[in-house]
């Protein structure tokens, strides 16, 4: 006797249900390392379109974290997809190797760097940097992200230093290189000048000091016992005042308080007033601040000429309209005590303590000082008011303390030189998203020049020699010499040799008669190493120039996107990127920044130990990467669930086709049924969002659209309805192999194009199929295949959807009311108009099948429906018990169970399947 359970074709497939992705992705990447998949993807775009998405290198100093993750994880995405769509897209990640975090972390593992030469302490720079490249390999690896890794580009490598001089090379020569005397951030804590970049604000309580400067020649304008009243945040810099700022356009007011005369703005009269606690302060005269320019003020400590001066930065939005003017303090100083002949005074050391040109304060330290400060213009009379307020101040973003404005020679890039060809390049470039290009714009428009130099020693030197008369040496012949000696050696050989020794042969210059050459000890900030990248990585190994993309936080707005572009336009006229698309930061679940004391923060690694690395590729294809992203391990987990319905799914589809041999058994797209032909029309309409999708960088939207394909029309839908016809009819029905081919195109297509976000899943369901490729990752997203019936056929079947819609619902209550158990209990009766009767009694719908109900039938008389009818939108429906018996094989009710004596429990459909193929 035949077991009719055994005559069911149900799911064959040995992929697992459970991914156990922790356990699994592992050997999945051991075996891509055996195959060395990177090269056989590129081996076979290799002559394809190229497309370069250029790697920014993180800092190789400690684990990755969750920003890493993103940002490592979208660049994968972006070049797996390329690979995948008609380009050669090579991946070569990076690495930026010098800077101060390398120097620290050498000195808190107990390394004395005064006890060694400076070559030796770069020496150990190099290996400890190694060591955490390695690291962070490791890391980059475990998230699936597929690239040159035996292979990739580092800032400490000679070949890279080489380039880099040349970009230096090329700068001076084209005299965008300069030594100057000029304010720059300083960091007394990391003793080093710093770039906008390495800057970042946090809030501080400071001084706030109104001062009085008297008059020393009033030229006639004033009375010449007036006073200028400053307001300052910082009293520290009041020893290295020279002067006092006004605007020319601005109304000034000379007022008489308690027996003195002041001058401040007339705007600022009433908050100067309030905050100086005058009462009855009368005008006694108004001028304009162009006629007080040339006056001369006395320094309130020193005596000293404070010369009164005019500029635009002098505004009525806050203190007194008179600005305290310290030129080697401030970048506005600066430039206004330049015009008008100052010295450039800075009083202050490269620790933050005052030297010998600030008399009574050697030695302090300057935030000391303030305190100092103030009590000493308390003793000469011209303290006029202290207290205290909390503002926004630069610090140093690697040890996170204040920094000052400080006037030392620096080696500076001009910015201003061809600050045009900046902006024009940036409205040539294409940004993702848009609101990009007018920071970026904005950042470079308002740039001062760029501060080159740094005070240290782990980094790529400036290759600058001096000759005896102290002239600066840069020519073609000396950058060539020494760009291959670091190409030979690497830039530990500057350190190594004496100058004359690092010249080419023979060298001669009219500043050095003796023949004697001195160097320069300063190296290249960080951000110069990075902005070379372009020539140290895409021209040295001949990849595409311009890149088409580079891909950061949006912070690098004013770091490696701003660095790179200076030194690319500076030496070639262009942008090194054709399109610049940033990510935002990740915070927490409720938002708020990521921090060890808030507990709060996530680590990639211990999500792949918990979750598996797609769960996290997954998660970053769901978030808008565009702004600030959320990640806890609760979204974490919903995500897993969605990640579980996808990979059940893919497994449904495999067990469904395990008998379907495509050469042999597909059936003609013009042969399916119209059911068929439905599901692999959306199968393109997916194909062509996703496709679509992809190539803006819209992730998102891939997910979103996949995961909707998935749970609505495959999962509740299609591959439900497809149970009564794959499992129940003979293997080779026409109907079955119909639906096994549009389930295979599908496994097939959703594989391909979830490959970039899930590479370990789909490279694992992938070697249980019979295709010639060894990994997906071999193979193209399918092209999308438009028929000529799409249009006819969408119209038809949404119909068809929307009262299978309302049937459902009909179902549901049914169920509420305990008339049916499951659908297939149920007889359904539609009442609906003569065109919905007409489209639901076409025989190319079989819509009992559509619904899954054992009876169906339609009357063309909507108004007609009996009482108990549910009255819908587009129909009223009855359901009820279905008529006749169930089928032990099939479960639907049908009263021709029990006709075939042979076979009494079943129904004549099942009977003559097991009749011709089992008995």
Known sequence: MVEYKDTLLMPKTDFPMRGNLPANEPKMQEKWEEMDINALVNERTKDRPHFVLHDGPPYANGDIHIGHALNKVLKDMITRHRSMTGYHAPYVPGWDTHGLPIEQALTNKGVKRKELTIAEFRELCEKYAYEQIENQKTQFKRLGVRGEWNNPYITLKPEFESRQIEVFGKMAEKGYIYKGLKPVYWSPSSESALAEAEIEYKDIKSPSIYVSFEIKDAKGVVPQDAKFIIWTTTPWTIPANLGISLNAEITYVVVSVNDNKFIIAKDLLETVSQNLEWENAEVIQEVKGAELEYVVAK??????????????????????????????????????????????????????????????????????????????????????????????????????????????????????????????????????????????????????????????????????????????????????????????????????????????????????????????????????????????????????????????????????????????VAINGYAPYKGLLTHGFVLDGEGRKMSKSLGNVIIPEKVMNQYGADILRLWVASVDYTGDVRISMDMLKQISEVYRKIRNTLRFLHGNVSDFDPKTDRVAYEELREMDQYMYMRLQDVLKAVRKAYDRYEFASVYHTINNFVAVELSAFYLDVAKDVVYIEAKDNKDRRAMQTVMYDTLLTLLKVLTPILPHTTDELWSYLNEEEVSVQLTDFPEVDERNNFTELRAKWDKVIAIRDEVLKALEEARNAKTIGKSLEAKVTIYADNEITELLNDPAIDFAQSCIVSQLQVVANKEGAPENALVLEKTAIVVEKAEGEKCERCWSYSETVGQNESHPTLCSRCADVVEKYYV
């Not at 040539?428 to 308002?446: C, H, K, Q, V």
């Not at 000759?467 to 350190?495: D, M, Q």
């Not at 008669?513 to 000890?521: A, I, L, R, V």
Request: hydrophobic share 35%; aromatic share 12%.
């Open 299 to 568: 320094h309130p400590i020193y005596g000293r000429d404070s010369l009164v001066m005019v500029g635009d930065h002098v505004t009525t939005e806050a203190g007194t309209g008179c600005v305290h003017t310290a030129p080697g303090h401030g970048e506005d100083d600066f430039l206004v005590g330049k015009r008008y002949g100052l010295d450039v005074l800075s009083p202050i050391n490269d620790q933050g303590c005052y030297t010998h040109e600030a008399p009574g304060f050697e030695g302090l330290f300057y935030d000391d000082a303030n305190k100092v400060m103030t009590e000493k213009l308390k003793e000469v009379g011209a303290l006029e008011k202290l207290s205290f307020i909390t503002h926004s101040y630069p610090h140093d973003w690697r040890t996170k303390k204040p920094v000052i404005y400080r006037a030392t020679p620096q080696w500076f890039c001009s910015v201003e030189a061809f600050r045009d060809e900046l902006l024009q390049a940036v409205e040539e470039t294409a940004f993702t998203p848009s609101w990009g290009e007018t920071r970026l714009y904005n950042m470079l428009r308002d740039r001062g020049d760029w501060c080159i130099s740094r005070q240290r020693a782990w980094g790529v030197p400036i290759p600058v020699f001096y000759a005896e008369n102290g002239e600066e040496i840069i020519t073609p012949e000396t950058i060539a010499h020494v760009s291959k000696l670091f190409r030979e050696h690497g830039s530990n050989i500057w350190f190594q040799r004496e100058a004359k020794d690092l010249l080419p042969e023979g060298f001669t210059h009219p500043g050095s008669p003796n023949g004697k050459f001195t160097k320069e000890n300063d190296i290249m900030d960080v951000w110069f190493d990075s902005g070379s990248s372009h020539q140290g990585v895409l021209v040295e190994r001949g990849m595409k120039y311009p890149a088409d993309l580079y891909l950061e936080g949006s912070d690098q707005h004013r770091g490696w996107f701003n660095s790179s572009l200076i030194t690319s």
